[in-house]
């Protein structure tokens, strides 16, 4: 029997929303993916209204029998080189227990539904080079590194901080 999983796009003033978001999304900050370290306090309080006062962010929850056990975060860009808009996965955030189940697929499905109806030209993702898991559900979705000319190489996240975490 395959499972039901529900897709809700998130309403970051519901106080519903607001606790699986944050929930989900201090998970994945614990997980060696996400860097193992939990939220800041002031982060857990201020995330939802920061998000909803932020042009083109987006969040899907992903439910099972009404249990939040996936999350996406991604945010409105552009291509300069295709003048038209692009969208960023930022976090997918998945319960242990829950990968490997479809959970992934159903949210990118749905932030590439959402990205089609703006007129985006493509979905772009980071991806940790040791999370072989993410990498495999990504490629399945069609994702490939970024190369504009493969004689150049492929392209690698590079960061900056200019304000303290």
Not at 15 to 22: E, H, I
Not at 54 to 75: E, K, M, R, T, Y
Not at 131 to 136: F, K
Not at 139 to 159: C, H, I, K, T
Request: charged content about 20%.
């Amino acid at each position: 029997m395959k499972l039901k999983i529900e897709i809700k796009a998130v309403d970051y003033g519901d106080p519903a929303d607001q606790a699986a978001l944050v929930s989900l999304l201090d998970m994945y900050a614990r997980d060696p993916m996400g860097g193992r370290q939990a939220l800041a306090p002031a982060v857990k309080r201020e995330l939802c209204d920061q998000l909803a006062r932020f042009p083109g962010a987006v969040s899907f929850l992903a439910l099972v029998d009404g249990q939040a056990v996936g999350l996406l975060n991604a945010f409105l860009g552009f291509s300069t080189f295709k003048a038209r808009p692009l969208m960023n996965v930022h976090d997918i955030a998945v319960l242990a227990q829950w990968r490997g189940k479809g959970v992934g697929q159903a949210l990118l499905q749905a932030i590439e539904a959402h990205a089609q109806s703006l007129g985006c030209c493509k979905l772009t993702l980071e991806v940790l080079s040791g999370n072989v898991l993410a990498q495999r559900t990504y490629r399945s979705f069609g994702f490939e590194n970024y190369a504009l000319d493969p004689e150049a190489g492929v392209a690698a996240l590079m960061q900056k901080w200019l304000v303290s975490a």
